[in-house]
């Protein structure tokens, strides 16, 4: 998806469009004020400051009297001065009028342009936020082959995420407005990433009263938040301070481990991945043994009965039942294959399960 917004200096180079008429416009009537002025003194032999001050008169068409007598020459001079003076006035002024109406024009033309290609999105990611974490989720979704649609109501952010390839909304994601011109009700997922804890709480009662099927994940500031984001309707709610403080002390601990799973959920780093998958009726994976699917290069890791009851590492013998959803590892282009495969897709299905720290 490439970039449709404007550069870093658009609004720059706008400014300096719109200059640019307006200094030669300037310059244009000086001009036309010293040929004037000269003009005067050569046919009709006045000082330079008497010939000015007709051609200014003139030029601007106050009908002061004339300083002097004019004889034909000078009349028709005067009549030159006039036409010319109408000419370089009202045509600069209709050549600033044109750009602007232009760029207005241009702008329009873009916000339908991507009004159009929101529209004809489906199964999509929604990001509510394009600060520090928002601007992270919505690089890490499109790496991994999603299709994004950034919503906020700052112009700096918009046009930082339309810089990076991004489409985006303007407006507050509480609105119901905002979220359907983003298309949340043919969404597959939102990612509620303001700075704001109220604003966060706002955005998934919006969007979970819009799209009950969305899966939600809420950005929470502080540890109490996280229980009202899951009662709001959010599937996962995340406090990034606690998750960095726990990523530190793992890497303090299993570094390797840590790396290891990091290296598994980057598609671009390894040659396998891991990945949630559902065992549709009559899909691969339905009726089929743990020792099946080995041969068949997926191993699975656990089997997830319910929010925060899994089942690790399943015996070979072990039949994956129609509709289980199961922790699985192999080579990333199976995965891949398996995931586009299946008609459930791989986000989880699990309602309210916090991320937070597990007890003891």
């Not at 000082?47 to 004019?70: I, K």
């Not at 009028?97 to 999509?124: C, F, P, W, Y």
């Not at 991994?144 to 507050?172: N, T």
């Amino acid at each position: 998806m490439g970039p449709l917004g404007r550069r870093d200096d658009a609004q720059p180079a706008t400014r300096e469009r719109t200059s640019r008429p307006v200094l030669g416009w300037v310059l244009a009537v000086l001009a036309l004020a010293v040929i004037g002025a000269l003009g005067y003194m050569v046919i009709e032999g006045w000082s330079f400051m008497d010939g000015l001050y007709m051609a200014v008169t003139t030029m601007t068409t106050v009908g002061f009297r004339e300083v002097h007598e004019l004889d034909w020459p000078g009349r028709i001079w005067t009549m030159v001065m006039a036409l010319s003076a109408i000419g370089v006035i009202f045509g600069t002024v209709g050549v600033v009028a044109e750009n602007v109406i232009t760029d207005v024009a241009s702008g329009r033309r873009k916000a339908k342009r991507m009004s159009r290609m929101i529209d004809q999105l489906r199964g999509h990611f929604v990001v509510c936020g394009f600060g520090r974490v928002g601007s992270m989720v919505a690089r890490e979704l499109l790496e991994d082959g999603q299709k994004v649609v950034v919503i906020d109501i700052r112009e700096d952010s918009l046009q930082r995420a339309e810089d990076a390839g991004y489409l985006v909304v303007h407006g507050d994601g509480a609105t119901d407005e905002v979220l359907r011109r983003a298309g949340v009700e043919r969404a597959k997922g939102l990612v509620s990433a303001i700075d704001s804890d109220a604003e966060n709480v706002y955005v998934t009662l919006t969007a979970r009263s819009m799209n009950p099927g969305l899966f939600i994940v809420g950005r929470a500031g502080a540890e109490n938040v996280i229980s009202k984001l899951i009662q709001a309707g959010a599937n996962r709610a995340v406090s990034p301070y606690t998750m960095a403080g726990r990523r530190i002390v793992n890497l303090a601990l299993k570094p390797g481990v840590v790396e290891f799973i990091d290296a598994a959920l980057t598609r671009d780093q390894l040659a396998f991945s891991m990945e949630e998958v559902v065992a549709d009726p009559g899909g691969s994976l339905a009726e089929r043994t743990v020792g099946e699917l080995r041969g068949r290069g997926i191993l699975t890791l656990a089997v997830l009965h319910a929010p925060g009851d899994f089942e690790p590492n399943p015996p070979d013998s072990r039949v994956v039942a129609a509709g289980e959803h199961l922790i699985v590892s192999g080579a990333t282009a199976m995965l891949d294959t398996l995931v586009r495969s299946s008609p459930s897709g791989s986000p989880s299905w699990q309602s309210g399960i916090a991320d937070t720290p597990a007890p003891g």
